[in-house]
């Protein structure tokens, strides 16, 4: 089992991020938060690294529900995507499985809403491609 969606879009790193943005919107997501890698690396420890930003992103609703059904899943929140330039142009877009991450958890209930949330997050991605 994988622990992840990909996809390689041929457009510029930050056309892809406003993208991706944009397509989490559509299906419900909010992002929380936002983490630009390159710069964190070069402010902490003096390295240099590819454009690559982290979005926290929430579908408040069924986040909401999650947390009725298992009060300490919210360590696993918010769902994490990422966008990466992957050179030559392109960039590669990631969001986490939420069925693989919630595999840890034994609750039944809670696995059906991470099958909710990963078809939200594949949907997303498709958009970003379209």
């Known amino acids: 089992m994988t622990y992840y969606y990909a996809k390689t879009i041929a457009r510029p790193f930050d056309e892809v991020v406003a993208a991706t943005r944009d397509a989490l919107s559509q299906e419900g997501f909010g992002v929380i938060t936002e983490i630009?890698?390159?710069?964190?690396?070069?402010?902490?420890?003096?390295?240099?690294?590819?454009?690559?930003?982290?979005?926290g992103a929430c579908n408040p609703r069924l986040a909401y529900e999650a947390l009725q059904?298992?009060?300490?899943?919210?360590?696993?929140?918010?769902?994490?995507?990422?966008?990466q330039d992957a050179g030559g142009g392109c960039t590669e877009v990631a969001a986490v499985?939420?069925?693989?991450?919630?595999a840890a958890i034994a609750n039944d209930?809670?696995?059906e809403?991470?099958?909710?949330?990963g078809d939200k997050l594949r949907a997303a991605l498709d958009r970003i491609g379209a």
């Open 109 to 111: 209930a809670l696995k």
């Open 69 to 83: 059904l298992e009060d300490k899943v919210g360590i696993m929140l918010p769902c994490n995507v990422i966008v």
């Open 113 to 117: 809403k991470a099958v909710a949330v």
């Open 97 to 102: 499985d939420p069925v693989a991450s919630m």
């Open 36 to 55: 630009d890698v390159r710069q964190t690396m070069k402010a902490k420890i003096g390295e240099d690294f590819r454009p690559y930003t982290i979005l």
